[in-house]
């Protein structure tokens, strides 16, 4: 037997059009449409083409806004004063700064700086803080994304043994916060692994549940998999030949899962699906249509 398809790009698509109607219904009552800037600074390539995959993601979903593009040099004044223009400008409702920055910007300033109710990557420490109480105004997208998923396909959390490989305040910090949390998609027993854990596989194998973000290409193998778990892959890299591959080698652990993201096409689809989510949310709360903490 092989993992069933944890299928990202099908419920983005629905999660999608939930929101284009949502949208159209919010325009409809107020006569405002959510407002998503991007800011991305210099040519990484591959940010880049996560930048203009969440534009034209919200312009789909009949939002307004667009990208700004900064070269790599930009001061970090000059970046802060994009910030603060964002964050004054009411037509914005959601703002999302695409990180890394370039080494000599501080990134957690420019997170910092960005407004509260306009994080919709929920990077900020306010909203950090509301997920680590369990009232979340806006969680990470990633890890939001992933929980939607599980819960869509009626993967149980509660009472499991969930292990969360990487640390980053982007996915695996957020995702744990989110798998302890009380309540669906939470009451997990969550166990993080990161560079300075000694032996994480043996950790892995012990999860029913694994989330692999460790930015290794195909690290996890089915030797860091319990037979029958649910594996999710949050990796994306350009693999020998430009074939895109993940933290997990597919041909190993497919095998012996039960259920699995595929790369592409499992988490990344969801991540953007969740940050329309996020700057609905963002343009409700503006509106007074929506109350959050
Ligand atoms: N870089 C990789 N993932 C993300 C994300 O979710 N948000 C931002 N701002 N940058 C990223």
Redesign the pocket.
Known sequence: MSAAILDGRALAKTIRARIAAETADLVGRTGVAPGLSVVVVGDDPASQV?VRHKESAAREAGMAGGVIRLAGDVAAGALLAVIDQLNGDPAVHGI????PLPAHIDERAVIERVSAVKDV?GFHPENLGLLAQGSPRFA???PWGIRALLIASGIETRGRRAVVLGRSR?VGLPMALLLMQKGLGGDATVTVCHTATPDPRSIAREADIVIVAMGRPELVNASWVKPGAVVVDVGIHRGEGGKLVGDVDHASVGPIASWITPVPGGVGPM?IAMLLENTLKAARLATGQATAP
Not at 96 to 99: A, G, N
């Open positions: 996560y999302l700064v695409q990180l990557d990470p997208c990633t982007i991540t």
